[in-house]
Nanobody, 118 residues
Framework: VQLQASGGGLVQAGDSLRLSCAASGRTFTNYVTGWFRQAPGKERELVADITWNLGSANYAASVKGRFTISRDHAKNTVDLQMNTLKPEDTAVYYC????????????WGQGTLVTVSS
């Protein structure tokens, strides 16, 4: 499966932004899709993930209540709605996917840069 991430940009603190991850080559059926981010000088972290079949979502503590991950069966996309953005949310965001039977994400999209100014 090929993943294409989009939607990054430059916003001000408090603003919202929506990222989208589109899959081609196959559907997300039986996959878990996650959004990761990596800020300069920091390790990559999992921001949120969602199971395609049931839509069960998990969030990092730092974004819980501000970010919402969702999937669209018709469009075969997984979106990340980011509200009340903070400067510390600045990072390159990546979408990734793994089989629900695996613990390793082995499909990655290119990153999309999100910059939040104070």
């Amino acid at each position: 499966v090929q993943l294409q991430a989009s939607g990054g940009g430059l916003v001000q603190a408090g603003d919202s932004l929506r990222l989208s991850c589109a899959a081609s080559g196959r559907t997300f059926t039986n996959y878990v899709t996650g959004w990761f981010r990596q800020a300069p000088g920091k390790e990559r972290e999992l921001v949120a993930d969602i199971t395609w079949n049931l839509g069960s979502a998990n969030y990092a503590a730092s974004v819980k209540g501000r970010f919402t991950i969702s999937r669209d069966h018709a469009k075969n996309t997984v979106d990340l709605q980011m509200n009340t953005l903070k400067p510390e949310d600045t990072a390159v965001y990546y979408c990734a996917a793994r089989s629900s039977m695996s613990r390793n994400y082995n499909h990655w999209g290119q990153g999309t840069l999100v910059t939040v100014s104070s």
